[in-house]
């Protein structure tokens, strides 16, 4: 059984009275360890399944199971519960508590579980000296580039060492250097710690650098590929699945 | 914690002139509040130190039933074992004076006026009371030179309805041990004029043994005036002389009991001020509701975010909450601060409310008022801070607990 089960999972939105159905009837597994990507042109559907997979939305029907929890009975208090200790999350808009510092950004999941303050601090320097922040750990969000406020918020989704991170389109706002250097941190921590990384990505260069490559189409999958090794390398692995992937960075 | 308490804090700076504007309103209704209350206790305090120091006293010893009748049927001799008991009390006693009232009339060739007439013995009385400042003035002559001379003290405004000046005489008219009437020509010592409308409209002053000797009284008294030296200890004086008076003949009474008017009017205009204080932090509610329901509409995304990766909605409730007491525990200090300095310098110098000397006269204070801040005051406005910002931040904190995290990711 893997760390992430999907079984026929369908996810309809009511839109002026009509259905739409945003995820229809996909089965997935993803294994402990994974440097998996869901990709897929705009409105396949990645970002509603990897909300739904992160509890932060609800299937209409299926199952989800992650780390052994059934999320569909769990209340919204578990949820989040759930979502602090078992889920690792890396926003596209990296989503950094803008009046926190970079140390305090990571610090504050650590807060929200609990750990005694001297281990707070011990292990989010520790883990922003690890993605190459040592140096910027009380600087401000807005003080920081783009580069450095994804890898804090990738410091922040690791720091609890979660069983999984989910990482909504993670270098779209990145250029292409720097999107690089992320994937091959997140790649370094997947080999280094043993964290399922799983992404929602249109960005060609993170297809591939995935592992798995999951393709979604109009809400179903259209494709799904293993290609070990690779993740820290380029390769020149297709991706053609019936889709031109964009690239949407920026500088 | 201390992150949580960051983040609350620095919140509060995002928006620096909006939080400015909130913290300011609260910071003016607490000076407001201050200042107002500040007045109040001036005028409570001069008119509470007016009637003790000038007629009551702060604990008095009368014959029971002396209140309701004031005769020489209500009226006691101090004997050797009230003198011993009062010299327990000296340790905290400024002094005490035998006093000896009853109603009479004064007869002038041009009116006759009722008053009530005061017995004292001028050389004790100073020690209770401060009438004696109140002669002055020019052509106002002098306070009563002794307990036996043939004198009376009246006072300006008895003293132009009599027609009189110091020197001249009027009969004095009382009702004497035997319940006849006694009339005696006096010359008037001086003329007084008190803060206190009450004193000055119904009162003069003769000396005791003159009195006693004019109605067959005796040795009798109708009380013993005694001045503490702290205000604060009357309870516990009454007690102790209760204790060793030991006479059930007789009632020891405090200021507050003989003054229960006084009492009751600070109370009203204390619960009318607290009233209109409430008001005053109705306002302010909505103004930091307002704010804080558009702080969080603008940090909408981020809650939402904060929600995503496991803040539960207890500590976003809780996170608003702090925000809003952080922003009126500040307005609440710079209040306080503006409040100290401002009340500080005004209760050295004083208000002069001359221009409305009849109202604060009625009251029984001076027409200079020196704003006092207490302590109990600026405890009243914390309270009323803190419940005012809980109050405000309910409604808002709800709602941004209530934050969906998935809508809020998703909004840009």
Redesign the interface.
Known sequence: MGIITVSDVVKNYENNGLTVSAVQGVTLQIKQGEFSAIAGPSGSGKTTLL?MI?G??RPSSGTITVAGMELSGMS??DL??M???KIG?V?QAY?L????TAR?NV???L???GID?EEREKRSIAILNEVGLGNEIDRLPKEMSGGQQQRVAVA?AIVSEPSIVLADEPTANLDQKTGEALIDLMHRLNREKKITFLFSTHDKMVMERAERLILLTDGKISQDKVEKPKGGKKTKTSVNAGFKPRVNRKR | ????L??CW??LW?HRRRSLIVISSVAIGIFAMMLSMGILNGVYYQAIDNNINIALGHVSIQARGFRDSMTLRNSFVPDDVLIRALAVQEGGTRGYAPRLKMQGMLNSSESSKGVIIVGVDPAREKSVSNIRSYVSGQDSGTFLPDAESNQICISRDVAEKLDVVPGDSIVVMVQDKKDEMVGVGMTVSGLFQTPIDSINQFTAFVGIKRLQEMTGAGDSISEINIALKDRNRVDETKAAIVRAVHDTSLAVLTWKEMAPYLVNSIMVVDAMMYVSFGIIFITIIFSIANTLIMAIMERF??IG?????????S?IFSMILFESVNLGMIGLVAGIVFSWIVIGILSKVGINFSFHFEAVRAFGSGAVIYPIMRWTDVMAGAVIVMLTTVMAALYPARKGARIE??EA?TFI
């Open positions: 909300n992160g932060l939305d919204p208090k989040a519960d979502r602090l200790r999350f926003f989503n508590i803008p009046v926190l305090e610090e504050y999941i807060l929200l579980q303050r922040r | 914690m201390k992150i949580f960051l983040i620095r919140n995002r995304h981020e975010v904060m929600k995503a990766i496991g803040t539960k909605p500590w995290p998935l990711i």
